[in-house]
């Protein structure tokens, strides 16, 4: 029986979404996923896929240094 295994970087987008749309409206952080898979797919045809995750990293790093 082989284990279902989550991927590792899953909370690191949830986080990144939340913090794209911000963390107190409900909708913002809907928008803010919507717009980092958008931004996921659109690298994914560019950009190999061991690099994905971190580039979704930078985005966070980016998005934090905005303020």
Same mark, same amino acid.
């Given at each position: 029986?082989?284990? $279902?295994?989550?991927?590792?970087?899953?909370?690191?987008? #949830? @986080? &990144?979404?939340?913090?794209? *749309?911000?963390? $107190? $409206?409900?909708?913002?952080?809907? #928008? =803010?996923?919507?717009?980092?898979?958008?931004?996921? &797919?659109? #690298?994914?045809?560019?950009?190999? @896929?061991?690099?994905?995750?971190?580039?979704? @990293? *930078?985005?966070?790093?980016?998005?934090? =240094?905005?303020?």
């Amino acid at each position: 029986v082989k284990k $279902s295994q989550v991927r590792p970087a899953l909370p690191l987008k #949830v @986080f &990144t979404a939340a913090i794209l *749309g911000g963390l $107190s $409206s409900t909708y913002g952080v809907v #928008v =803010g996923a919507l717009l980092l898979g958008l931004f996921e &797919t659109l #690298v994914a045809v560019h950009v190999p @896929f061991a690099y994905r995750d971190p580039l979704i @990293f *930078g985005v966070l790093i980016v998005m934090a =240094g905005a303020d």
